[in-house]
């Protein structure tokens, strides 16, 4: 099969992929409000959470979108797929605003909308391509990769438990799109193994180490949605790590490339920015919008104390 109809395969299915991210962090989101606050990385957060049909209907969705994913890892470079994953942000915020049974906030969609032209004009610069790609990783050249993002991940969880203050919830979305965008860069080697054999995943150690890496983060995530009260800061979080790590594991293990001449580079570096500025853009509206729903749940329990008190 040729590039372009591989890409023709990977695009529509990790922008799907996307779209059930979405949905599955909205429902999610909204099940772990249902629950008793739990531990971070507490199975025991799972068990509660099997009861809810909402939480059911997020895993669900998880499922198709991680089989979208694959679908589109096993046609296009990590460098095209993981980007993409950020217009998760934008479904996010319409399923979640849709289960609240209220209008997305248009501040928040404008912001998704930026890091959608952002992310946009840095792929059609980059043109990230897979030719001359291993499946393997070299562990050796990955290594100092590796234990920086494993210190980062410890850090955050340390921020987390220690720190009692809301940004704790960014931590925890940094820890989780960390853990995500890893899980994504094994997931890529596990596909391209495929088309060795069946067997041939289990015969390396990528397969083992997805199987350990991947529910820490999906459960972490349920950690980060259950602590914040607005699903669209963390996932800017968790969507915007998740393909930087990948971006990074795709060119430093497996041999992945990009279009680096000094005008795409500086190009590059632009539409880089205006998705972090779209990032930046959405977690301070999200800051601002938790600010006034908590604002109006003081001033809500004010008045039901003065009527009880005059009742």
């Known amino acids: 099969m040729?590039?372009?109809a591989a890409m023709a395969i990977a695009v529509p299915a990790a922008v799907l992929g996307a779209a059930g991210f979405g949905l599955a962090t909205a429902a999610q989101q909204r099940a772990t409000k249902e629950v008793e606050v739990s531990r971070t990385l507490s199975p025991k957060l799972l068990v509660e959470l099997l009861r809810r049909p909402m939480w059911l209907l997020g895993l669900l969705a998880t499922v198709v979108a991680?089989?979208?994913?694959?679908?589109?890892?096993?046609f296009g470079p990590i460098a095209v797929v993981q980007p993409l994953l950020v217009t998760g942000v934008t479904f996010a915020a319409g399923f979640s605003a849709l289960l609240a049974r209220r209008r997305p906030d248009p501040l928040i969609l404008l912001g998704a909308?930026?890091?959608?032209?952002?992310?946009?004009?840095f792929l059609l610069l980059a043109r990230p391509s897979s030719a001359g790609a291993d499946d393997h990783i070299d562990?050796?050249?990955?290594?100092p990769l590796a234990i920086a993002l494993a210190a980062?991940?410890?850090?955050?969880l340390v921020y987390a438990a220690t720190v009692e203050h809301p940004s704790r919830v960014l931590a925890l979305a940094l820890a989780t799109g960390v853990?995500?965008?890893?899980?994504?860069g094994l997931m890529k080697v596990v596909t391209g193994q495929l088309r060795t054999g069946l067997d041939e995943p289990f015969q390396h150690l990528a397969l083992y180490v997805v199987c350990i890496i991947g529910p820490m983060g999906f459960l972490l995530s349920q950690n980060t949605f259950q602590q914040g009260r607005l699903v669209s800061p963390a996932v800017a979080v968790i969507t915007s790590v998740d393909p930087v790590i990948g971006v990074l594991i795709g060119v430093s293990w497996l041999g992945e490339s990009l279009v680096t001449s000094p005008a795409m580079l500086a190009g590059e570096c632009f539409a880089a920015l205006v998705v972090v500025a779209g990032i930046a853009f959405i977690v301070a509206r999200g800051s601002h919008l938790l600010h006034r729903l908590e604002t109006e749940d003081t001033v809500r329990i004010t008045e039901h104390r003065a009527r009880s008190a005059f009742g």
């Open 152 to 156: 980062l991940v410890v850090g955050c």
């Open 113 to 121: 909308l930026c890091c959608a032209a952002g992310l946009s004009a």
């Open 66 to 74: 991680l089989i979208l994913q694959l679908v589109a890892l096993a």
């Open 139 to 143: 562990l050796a050249s990955g290594l």
């Open 2 to 4: 040729n590039a372009e």
């Open 179 to 184: 853990l995500y965008g890893v899980t994504a």
